[in-house]
C-alpha cells in the first residue's frame, strides 16, 4: 500500500522488511524520504531511527513513522517529523505523504528563535545562520503566535523566560493546535528545572538544553 501511494505521489519505492535492511538502503541509496514501522524482526525501529539520526550521512533524511506502536511523542522526540499510528486510513496516508513532500519543497528551512534577551538572541542566529536556513527572532510569545501562524517553520528554539507569557504557556499553545502539534521544539533556558518542570515539558519539548558553556554547542 504505502510503496503504490509513493509512486502515485511521484516518488520511487525502496522497500525494506527488517531494519538492518532499511538502515543499509539508507546509507546506500540516500532517499528523499523514509516511512519506518517500529515493530520489526531483529533491529527494531527505534534503534534504525537512533542509527539513521546518529550518522552524518542519513540525519538529513526525513523519516515518518507509521506503526501500531503508540509512542507518538517518543517518535519526534527522537528525530522523526511525524507519526501517525496504526491503523491508518488512505486520507491519512495520503496527508502524510503530502507532508513529506512540502518538508522536501521547503528550501531554505524556517527556524523561529524565542527569547528576550536580545544579545542570547543574536547570538544563537550566528550560531545557526547557514544559507538552507532562514531564521525570524522574536522577543515575545505573542510575536512567536504570530509567526506561526502566518508561515510554516520546520523547528522552533524557545527560552522559557519570556515577558508576556510563560514559555510553558506557550508551549501548551503550539503543541494544542492540530495544523503545529508536529513542530519540533528545542527549549534553551537558563532556568534551573525543577523535576515536576522538567516532566512537564518533556511532553511537549524535542530537547532541553540548559544554558552552560557547552550549550551552544549542543544546540547547534
Known amino acids: 500500500v504505502l510503496l503504490e501511494l509513493a509512486r502515485d ?3 520511487r519505492g525502496l522497500v525494506a522488511l527488517d531494519g538492518r535492511t532499511g538502515i543499509d538502503l539508507a546509507h546506500q541509496y540516500q532517499p528523499d524520504a523514509i516511512t519506518l514501522d517500529i515493530d520489526m524482526p531483529g ?3 527505534w534503534a534504525v531511527l537512533e542509527r539513521l ?13 507509521i506503526s501500531g506502536v503508540g509512542r507518538r511523542h517518543d517518535g519526534l522526540r527522537a528525530g522523526a517529523i511525524a507519526y501517525l499510528e496504526k491503523p491508518v486510513d488512505a486520507p491519512a496516508l495520503d496527508e502524510a505523504f503530502g507532508r513529506i513532500g512540502q518538508f522536501l519543497d521547503e528550501r531554505p528551512k524556517r527556524l523561529l528563535v524565542v527569547e528576550d534577551d536580545a544579545a ?5 542566529v550566528a550560531l545557526v545562520e547557514h544559507e538552507d536556513v532562514e531564521i525570524t ?11 506561526l501562524a502566518a508561515r510554516r517553520y520546520a523547528c522552533m528554539v524557545l527560552d522559557l523566560g519570556l515577558a508576556d507569557m510563560s514559555g510553558f504557556e506557550l508551549l501548551e499553545r503550539v503543541k494544542g493546535d492540530p495544523e503545529r502539534r508536529d513542530l519540533p521544539i528545542i527549549v534553551y533556558t537558563g532556568k534551573a528545572l ?3 518542570e522538567e516532566t512537564r515539558l ?3 519539548a524535542e530537547t532541553i538544553i540548559v544554558k552552560d558553556v557547552k550549550s551552544p554547542e549542543r544546540l547547534l
Open 9 to 11: 505521489k511521484g516518488f
Open 43 to 45: 533491529v527494531d525501529g
Open 53 to 65: 539520526k546518529g550518522h552524518p550521512a542519513t540525519r538529513h533524511i526525513p523519516v515518518h513513522i
Open 120 to 124: 542570547q538572541r543574536s547570538a544563537i
Open 137 to 147: 527572532a522574536v522577543d515575545t510569545a505573542e510575536r512567536a503566535l504570530e509567526e
Open 194 to 196: 525543577t523535576p515536576a
Open 202 to 204: 518533556r511532553r511537549y
